[in-house]
């Protein structure tokens, strides 16, 4: 083998920088589904400043979610949908945030190797908020001692979680207006953080994300979330109210040129409902 051939080969059998990044020390796995894995990346701060210099502040961490190859697919059809899924979810995160819903910012792109890099959310899911507990936790515990089981504390008191249910409605109403469907809704896909003192909500995992203007996709993005919160959130039929209340208020007025929506949402999610619960007694 020449020089220039064995040369070639490593060059081909090489990692991409965007996977050499992922497997460096520097990235934490933090979660893994059965489409992607995400990592937390702690970029370190420079260190070729003098001595007498302060010390820069160190990089934003940020979150890089990559969909890993499926083997059980095609090579080429496995890269054709890794690419075409993280430029679909790329592009509709660039579009909410200029629709002015709360989306981590998009920081890179390596549909290639279907990978996102986003800016790092600094706080808590909904779900824990509410009491659900941590990701990847079982809800219920084993008792000790004779003690019965229950769910973890809530972190807020009622009116906090009022209050953060109606923002829920508000970013779910804007998202909607824009005629992006999350496909994925769940107390665990949403954020709350704290920035300059206000309250935020903050959607993420756009995995599934499609774009429709089609009432009825709408009306079955929020009945996904409602079954999300029967199913986490026992007894939160109150707070579910309050995300379609503060819901209805945003979409029942024009945006942008766009026309109200409500009515035609309400009138589809009554439709799902009983969908669904006719599916239930069937089994």
Known sequence: MTAASSSSTASTSAPSPTLALLASPAC????????????LYRPAAASVFPSSAPAPAAPAPLVLKHRFPKTYRHS????????QR????????VRCAREGVNVPGLRFVDEREGVLGMAWVDGKSIRQCLGGGAEGEEMWEEAEEGEETGLEAPEMSDEQQVGLMRLVGQQLATMHAADVIHGDLT??????RCSDGFDEVVLI?????SASTVAEDKAVDLYVLERAFASTHPASEHLFAEVLKSYAEVASKKQKGRAAFWKEVERKLSEVRLRGRKRSMVG
């Open 28 to 39: 934490e796995l933090i979660s893994q589904g059965a489409e992607a894995r995400v990592y």
């Open 205 to 209: 995992d756009f995995g599934l994300t």
């Open 86 to 93: 993280t430029t679909l979810e790329a592009r509709t995160l």
């Open 76 to 83: 080429s059809l496995s890269t054709q949908l890794t690419a």
């Open 187 to 192: 107390t665990s896909n949403m954020m709350h």
